[in-house]
Each structure stands twice: as structure tokens, then as C-alpha cells.
């Protein structure tokens, strides 16, 4: 049995592989212990016209994971080929969200201390949020770290969480009239974003291994933030499916659930439309992170 699973795989019929259409292509890569997906902007046209997925059934450690990347990379040609620009989204649990006027550089890793514990084998980035004040500080190992470089020199880093909360806060800076729950579910993990308006009040991730653990933790949010499930406006992002059991026991407890809508900026190839709006939000909007 493969130790890689091909999730998604939806290519433009009338894409063009030559060098001089790639250069007008923006490529987004998002990847983690669990999977590596990509994406193909056509920027001049803003469309996207690539779409790939893979699972990593078995990968429990970096090595692993970087192992199986390796072989995609290796299998899929159009990784290779000289992109416009590149940015890349990591998806690691140990980051902290600090606000930039209290942020010194040369401190970065005592903060994200406070919140992890870090190995010798990580090196500590950051990410500033243009859209609010605040820093996004997260681990990245060196592992990892070199695969990038040696195989995409030229792209921007990211952490997965920059990618999330800043597509938020460009996505509904006009259209938020209240405070809004948002929920980006994962196959063994979730993040719960809230926005009011064009403020970040909050921002955790949470591990769960099934829909009792998740619904346990979006509840405790609830009460912590003194949400009322009554009245709260949740909108679920990622992949998750309105005929799951978690979609029935999110809407079990929370009244108003929902899902967000594609970024209506972009345009995407008709293959795209098999696959539900609020799948690979954080991928298709990860251009919009400079």
C-alpha cells in the first residue's frame, strides 16, 4: 500500500506547460506532517488553473514527512518549473501571536518559549500581519527548512496561521457586521478564529480524534469567550462535509453554521467546482500574503 494518497487533482485542459506560460504563474504550497498540497495561479488573469493534493498516511515525524515530499516533488514535473513567484505555508502547531509594538526581533524565540517547547533541531521565524498589529511567531525545523531551500530557493515562507487569519481579515474587512466564529477543520486538528469586524479578538488551534473531542473545545471556546451558541454566527472553512457527522454535531449545539465563500477576486478553471468553495481556502488565498 502507498504511503502517499492523492486526494485532489484538477488541471485547466487548456493549461500551458512551456516555461513562458509558467512564468505568468504564481505557485502556493502548502504543507505539514500530514500533506503537501499545491496550487497555479494565472496572475494576469487571476484565475487558477492547478490544483493537487496528496495525504501522508503514515508520516509521523519530520523525516517521514519530508521523505514522502520528496517523492512527490520528484513525481510531480511542474514543481520544477521557473515560477513568477512562490510562496510556501507551513502547517506547525508551536506558534504564538504577539502584538508588533511589543515585538523585539532579538526576542523572538523567548516568546514563543512562553507557549513551546523547542527542540534544537528548530529555528524561530515570524511573520508580521499587515492587517493587524501583531506578529505571528512560530518553530520551523531544520529539516524542513533545508528541503525548501534546496529545492525552492526563491519562495516566501509562511506560517499556515498568517495565511488564515490575514485571508480573514482581507476577505470581510467591509462585509462583518457582528462578531463572527471562524473555523478552519482539518482532518485531526482545528482552528477557531473570531473576528468583530475588522478586529482579531482570538486565535487557537486544537487537536481532536473525534467529533465529541472537537465539539468539547469549540464549546470551551464558547464559554470562554462568553459566546452564546444560541446566537453565534459560525462559518466553517476546510475540509469538512455538510453530510459528515461533524457538520451534524457542530449544528447540533451552534444554530447558525454556514460556510465561507470563495474569495470572489480569483477566478478558477471549471474543474474547481467539484470540489465545495470552502475547500483549500487558506491555499487560494495564500497569493494575497506578501
Known amino acids: 500500500m502507498s504511503s502517499t494518497k492523492t486526494i485532489v487533482n484538477i488541471k485547466d485542459e487548456s493549461f500551458d506547460l512551456s516555461q513562458e506560460s509558467i512564468r505568468a504563474c504564481h505557485l502556493s504550497i502548502q504543507f505539514g506532517l500530514s500533506g503537501f498540497s499545491f496550487t497555479i495561479l494565472n496572475v494576469s488573469r487571476n484565475k487558477f488553473l492547478y490544483l493537487k493534493s496528496f495525504s501522508f498516511l503514515k508520516a509521523k515525524t519530520v523525516d517521514e514527512a519530508v521523505y514522502e515530499m520528496e517523492k512527490v516533488f520528484l513525481d510531480e514535473q511542474i514543481l520544477h518549473q521557473p515560477f513568477k513567484t512562490i510562496n510556501i505555508a507551513y502547517c506547525g502547531k508551536k506558534s504564538v501571536l504577539v502584538p508588533l509594538p511589543l515585538f523585539e526581533k532579538d526576542k523572538a524565540k523567548d516568546y514563543l518559549r512562553y507557549n513551546a517547547e523547542i527542540s534544537e533541531q528548530e529555528s524561530v521565524f515570524f511573520d508580521i500581519l499587515k492587517n493587524i498589529e501583531a506578529v505571528n511567531i512560530y518553530a ?44 478552519n477543520v482539518g482532518e485531526f486538528n482545528f482552528e477557531v478564529v473570531l473576528l468583530d469586524k475588522k478586529d482579531l479578538i482570538f486565535y487557537n488551534s486544537f487537536d481532536y480524534q473525534s467529533s465529541e473531542d472537537f465539539v468539547y473545545f469549540l464549546l470551551f471556546v464558547c464559554e470562554q469567550l462568553k459566546l452564546n451558541p444560541e446566537n453565534l454566527k459560525l462559518k466553517l472553512i476546510g475540509e469538512i462535509e455538510k453530510n459528515s457527522a461533524l457538520y451534524s454535531i457542530i449544528c447540533k449545539y451552534i444554530r447558525d453554521v454556514s460556510f465561507v465563500d470563495r474569495n470572489d477576486m480569483f477566478e478558477f478553471s471549471y474543474g474547481f467546482y467539484e470540489i465545495p468553495d470552502h475547500f483549500y481556502f487558506t491555499l487560494f488565498n495564500q497569493s494575497l500574503i506578501h
Open 140 to 183: 520551523f525545523d531544520a529539516v524542513f527548512e533545508s528541503w525548501i531551500k534546496s529545492n525552492f530557493p526563491t519562495a516566501k515562507i509562511v506560517h499556515h496561521a498568517t495565511c488564515l487569519i490575514e485571508s480573514l481579515l482581507s476577505n470581510n474587512k467591509n462585509t462583518l457586521t457582528e462578531a463572527t466564529l471562524f473555523v
